[in-house]
């Protein structure tokens, strides 16, 4: 079984609007693919001028993790750059962990 965690850092500014795409299009999509053991977790802030989140969910396998980082995460981030979130190309910085568990 694998754990798939993406970290996306955010302005401040942008909280309400990248909790509602959160919400509205990944978590979303999460529950449609069956994902039902999904979480979306608030990191400390390390820095005053950024907000980080991770959305983490199991997968069966690698091989079905690297599919969603490279296909279905593209297509939800550019989601967030169209109506009715709008978010400025390159807003989201984000980065995804694949890893297996083993307990």
């Given at each position: 079984?694998?754990?798939?965690?993406?970290?996306f850092?955010?302005?401040?500014?942008?909280?309400?609007?990248?909790?509602?795409?959160?919400?509205?299009?990944?978590?979303?999509?999460?529950?449609?693919?069956?994902?039902?053991?999904?979480?979306?977790?608030?990191?400390?802030?390390?820095?005053?001028?950024?907000?980080?989140?991770?959305?983490?969910?199991?997968?069966?396998?690698?091989?079905?993790?690297?599919?969603?980082?490279?296909?279905?995460?593209?297509?939800?981030?550019?989601?967030?750059?169209?109506?009715?979130?709008?978010?400025?190309?390159?807003?989201?910085l984000?980065?995804?962990?694949?890893?297996?568990?083993?307990?």
């Amino acid at each position: 079984m694998i754990l798939l965690n993406t970290t996306f850092c955010i302005s401040p500014a942008h909280d309400t609007l990248f909790r509602s795409w959160a919400k509205d299009v990944y978590i979303r999509a999460l529950d449609e693919c069956g994902f039902t053991d999904r979480k979306m977790l608030k990191l400390p802030a390390a820095e005053k001028d950024s907000l980080c989140y991770a959305i983490q969910f199991s997968l069966p396998d690698a091989t079905n993790a690297e599919k969603w980082t490279a296909a279905a995460l593209p297509d939800l981030l550019a989601q967030a750059s169209a109506k009715p979130y709008n978010f400025p190309p390159d807003t989201i910085l984000h980065f995804s962990t694949i890893m297996e568990i083993v307990e």
